[in-house]
């Protein structure tokens, strides 16, 4: 890829490369991401969704490539905590909510503020707070939950929590993986409207198995395939792609 | 107000309990008439007195235990380690009363055939040298212990053995007569603190009143810490540490100020254990006694400070009275006692409080619950 490419790019990987013992998770993956873009991966289990995320984030460093996040900031020599503070949220495929909070602290925690011990422990909570925590759970649709613990919702809200963390951390760039997993008709719909809503002014990376979901987020796609991309485009392009029939249908 | 939102109803409770307790406890002791009805041996103050240092090593417990989600199976090693600063000081107050009068050496030293006092014991004379090397030297091994285990992402079960190995390996090393600390016979034979004779019952009385305070203000310190946003971090670790690292908080550094000041609280209890039965010696550092304490929160209630600290009360009478009544037994009772709990009061006897208030009133309980999968197996027992 050029050069171009990398500094105009909110997220550019360029072959990445990761085994675990043996087996290629990921074998030359390469992606770019513009700002403001929202992008839905798919690709069949195996595919290497996860680890992608994983080397996003800093959970796993890859073995060879290239990963970087705004054009300059080499992602693979920081650490979880530096690539949440740099401003790359991640959403997990199970619902990771701080089930024995509140609905109201689990955003209040995510709420970007100084993250360091000291100031948790004697800092006092900035003024304009409350009005963020309100306007979020408004947004996910949680305002009448605001004071059940987290363990009390159902699925799909704690999907919907999740989502709101994701936005009180104020990132530049959304990683939701498998947002619409166990939900309800209704609950996929209304998660898609609330993505689209963010991706107004967020860059966001969908990963999702589900078709229907994704063609309702209406964006471009990129699908994975051991490893590597297979095909990049609109929705009714790559599944017109011989290739990508093979992978989905061919087995 | 503070009161309200920091301690709570059972918190203020508790700490006019320790208030009163500090307060009438000596007047029962000093002023009481020794036939009346009222009247408190100095046995008992003493043993109260050890109670409630174990109430404050098991307030400490709670904390990174209940939660952080830290399972310490060493506690105890901070717990001695307070106890031996007090310990050094006390025996540098014996002056040239010792067996062999020696005014510059404790006697176990002019016994090994020492000509001079080891750098480790420079500065024990004084009693602020001493009061801030309890809180700093087991701060200071907590710190350097967490600061490679925690960065290193060691947790569940294989940092409680590894707490486990630190204290065993403390205990192996203060046996020894090199190490300068009194070898197998530890340090005994006090005669004075801050200038009061250690056996008389006023002084007793007042060592008895400076642990329920301590026992206080560490509660205040540890509900303070809780009730903070920090404490609504490490809760957040205890349920879902990566979790926690994805929101971009250091997890580390978070586990690191808990652990080092749960271990600082730690080493005021044995500081204050020490004057009180009168020695401290290596089996201090027993493995069996840190997992004593994990018991002691555990029966109380995980992360309710308020239960760990009865919960440490209450065993503690228990085995005094059972290691009295039936001692072949005692050892049973506990085990049996911990299953018992384990299997049916997972959340100790403050969480079987709340449960029957709940059924009363239908309202729920304020205290926090803790998350099944976090309820990790304990080495004996286990879940």
């Not at chain 2, 079960?157 to 590894?162: A, P, R, T």
């Amino acid at each position: 890829m050029t050069k171009d490419a990398l500094t105009n790019s909110l997220l550019y990987l360029n072959d990445v490369k990761v085994s675990f013992d043996g087996y290629k998770a990921l074998r030359g993956l390469s992606l770019v991401l513009a700002k403001g873009e929202m992008r839905a991966i798919i690709g069949p289990n195996g595919a290497g969704k996860t680890t992608m995320m994983d080397c996003i984030t800093g959970k796993t460093r890859p073995d060879e490539g290239d990963v970087y996040f705004g054009g300059s900031t080499d992602l693979t020599k920081l650490d979880e905590a530096d690539i949440a503070e740099l401003g790359i949220g991640r959403k997990f495929q199970k619902p990771t909510v701080f089930e024995n909070h509140t609905v109201e602290d689990n955003i209040l925690l995510a709420l970007k503020a100084p993250r360091s011990a000291f100031a948790t422990l004697f800092g006092k909570a900035a003024a304009d707070q409350r009005v963020r925590i309100d306007a979020i759970l408004k947004t996910i649709r949680l305002t009448d939950h605001r004071l059940r613990p987290a363990a009390d919702l159902s699925h799909g809200q704690k999907q919907w929590l999740e989502i709101g963390m994701l936005l009180a951390q104020d990132p530049k760039l959304l990683l939701v993986d498998e947002p619409v997993a166990g939900m309800t008709d209704a609950e996929t719909a209304t998660t898609a409207e609330l993505l689209r809503e963010i991706a107004r002014d967020h860059s966001v990376v969908v990963v999702e198995h589900d078709m229907h979901f994704v063609r309702e987020l209406g964006v471009k796609v990129t699908v994975l395939h051991e490893g590597a991309v297979l095909a990049e485009g609109s929705l009714d392009a790559v599944s017109a792609d011989p290739r990508v029939i093979e992978v989905y249908l061919g087995r | 107000m503070i009161a309200q939102t920091v301690l709570g109803k059972r918190g203020s409770i508790f700490l006019a309990l320790c208030i009163a307790a500090a307060i009438l406890v000596p007047v029962l002791t000093l002023k009481v008439a020794p036939n009346s009805a009222l009247y408190m041996p100095p046995y008992v103050v003493a043993l109260l007195g050890k109670y409630l240092c174990y109430a404050l090593l098991a307030l400490a417990l709670d904390l990174v235990w209940g939660y952080c989600g830290i399972l310490s199976l060493g506690h105890g090693a901070f717990f001695a380690l307070g106890g031996y600063a007090m310990g050094m000081y006390l025996m540098r107050q014996i002056g040239a009363r010792g067996t062999y009068a020696n005014p510059d050496l404790p006697d176990f030293m002019v016994f090994l055939n020492w000509h001079s006092l080891p750098f480790t014991w420079w500065g024990f004379s004084s009693f602020f040298y001493a009061c801030l090397m309890v809180v700093l030297v087991p701060g200071a091994l907590a710190a350097l212990f967490g600061w490679f285990a925690f960065r290193s992402r060691v947790t569940g079960v294989y940092l409680s053995i590894i707490t486990q190995a630190l204290t065993y390996a403390l205990l192996l090393a203060f046996f020894r007569n090199d190490m300068g600390f009194g070898g197998n016979n530890g340090l005994t034979d006090f005669k004075d603190i801050l200038g009061f004779n250690i056996q008389s019952d006023a002084t007793r009385a007042a060592l008895f009143s400076t642990s329920a305070i301590a026992l206080a203000l560490g509660y205040i310190v540890a509900a303070a810490v809780v009730t903070s946003k920090f404490g609504k971090v490490i809760v957040a670790i205890r349920d879902a540490e990566s979790r926690t690292r994805f929101l971009g908080y250091r997890v580390e550094y978070y586990k690191l100020l808990v652990f080092t000041l749960s271990a600082a609280m730690a080493g005021v209890a044995g500081a204050l254990y020490v004057p009180q039965v009168g020695i401290i010696n290596p089996g201090e550092f027993a493995p069996a006694n840190s997992i004593e304490a994990v018991i002691w929160v555990a029966v109380g209630g995980r992360g309710t400070l308020v239960g760990a600290a009865l919960g440490a009360i209450l065993v503690n009478f228990g085995k005094t009275y059972f290691t009295g009544a039936f001692p072949e037994y005692w050892l049973f009772g506990l085990g049996g006692l911990f299953v018992i709990v384990t299997l049916f009061l997972p959340k100790g006897i403050l969480g079987l409080i709340d449960r029957m208030t709940a059924r009363r009133k239908p309202q729920p309980p304020a205290e926090m619950p803790i998350a099944p999968e976090e309820q990790i197996a304990i080495p004996e027992g286990g879940r």
